[in-house]
């Protein structure tokens, strides 16, 4: 499954396009964020993405969960979000 990182500097139509395109080609998508402005952004790219693919007659669904990563040798806990097609 393709993994998305988002920062609270990505731009949510931009991560929402590339967001669409995934699901479009492998069926589901994980989006990584770390902090509470990147999941603001991964929420909203959410969101624009449900409008993108919504005329193919596609659903998305977002199930969110933690995550345990690795930067720079040092343990961070992300938020997760899986997002298929319901």
Known sequence: MEVLKV???SQPKSVAGA???VI???GAAEI???GAGAVNQAIKAI???R???APNGIDLITIPAFAEI?????ERTAIKFIVEPR
């Open 7 to 9: 920062s609270s500097r």
């Open 19 to 21: 967001l669409a395109a």
């Open 24 to 26: 479009r080609e492998e």
């Open 32 to 34: 990584q964020a770390i």
């Open 47 to 49: 969101a624009i993405a």
């Open 51 to 53: 409008g993108f693919v």
């Open 70 to 74: 690795t930067i720079d040798d040092e």
